[in-house]
């Protein structure tokens, strides 16, 4: 591991453990583990629709409750709470497997748009495989920037509130609460279109 990159990962674990963060939407201690506390918190069955564009509606400001989750950070294992991020948006969640080809391609430009967007929120949700290859998955690919969270979703419950059945797919949330989803890599062009349509709104 570089040292940029340790020095990255202490400061995650520092920011873990004092409950103050530098990215938008703070970390959460909730007092249970993330699987009780997952276990706590009923699926969201959602019925999505698509527009005329291909983007897949699933919802307005009531769409909050599928963000009434919580997950560990990958590499401090702080309690991360959806309803906190869902609520200091404007967000782009995008669910990723280290396993998923596309998804090593689509990694280095979400950092990229990080980088560019730092008022924007990016939640990495990350799925089956294990703690150690999505640490490695976000070191290599260069996904540490302060506006990015990467999460763990063990047991796939996130992916279930949000129907999410493949990776890499991708849930913009703009400053109102709306909330789309787009199946398949946005790649660089569309992490740049996304962070317009979450900044200046879906509606």
Known sequence: MKLSNKLMLLCIIALGTTGCSAVRGELVETGMTSAEASATSPLVDLEPEANEDGIIEIGSLAISEPFAFTAPE???????????????????VTFVSPTCAVCIVEGPEIAQSAEDNPE????????????????DYADTLGLYQENVIHVEDENGVI???????????????????R???????????????ATEVVLTGLG
């Open 74 to 92: 990958i590499f401090s294992g702080a309690v991360v709470s959806g309803t906190e991020l869902y609520y200091n948006s404007p967000m782009i």
């Open 120 to 135: 924007v929120t990016f939640l990495v949700i990350h799925s089956g495989d294990t703690n150690e290859s999505y640490q």
């Open 159 to 177: 992916w279930k509130r949000f129907g999410i059945t493949s990776t890499p797919s991708s849930l913009l949330v703009d400053a109102d609460g």
């Open 179 to 193: 909330v789309s989803q787009s199946k398949g890599a946005l790649e660089l062009q569309g992490q740049e279109k």
